[in-house]
Nanobody, 122 residues
């Protein structure tokens, strides 16, 4: 079992930056690929970025390329998402997820956090 707790969301002006964190419980964090997804009001949950267990493989949705950077610190059981040049369309609840391998599909992940709200004002 893995429990995930996100933090770092908030209200930011367009063009600003935020760093999201996701802390995992347990000793098995390093066994899992991790990902960020987001869900805006009235929209389906969408893939943001994913990272393999050792950080060697990453992938980011086109909407975030050049602006979002995913990383992890296995010694701290923590996943990060550095977001820069934020836009109003980035407004959403951001979720972290853990699964057996990096994937763009939400169905590939077994564990989810409760989410953290990111609001970008224009």
């Amino acid at each position: 079992q893995v429990q995930l707790v996100e933090s770092g969301g908030g209200l930011v002006q367009a063009g600003g930056s935020l760093r999201l964190s996701c802390v995992a419980s347990g000793r098995t964090f390093r066994r899992y690929a991790m990902a960020w997804f987001r869900q805006a009001p009235g929209k389906e949950r969408e893939f943001v970025s994913t990272i393999s267990w050792n950080g060697a493989v990453t992938a980011t949705a086109d909407s975030g390329k050049g602006r979002f950077t995913i990383s992890r610190d296995n010694s701290q059981n923590t996943l990060y998402l550095q977001m820069t040049s934020l836009k109003s369309e980035d407004t959403a609840i951001y979720y972290c997820a853990a699964g057996p391998g990096p994937s763009r599909s939400a169905s590939a992940y077994n564990y989810w956090g409760q989410g953290t709200q990111v609001t970008v004002s224009s």
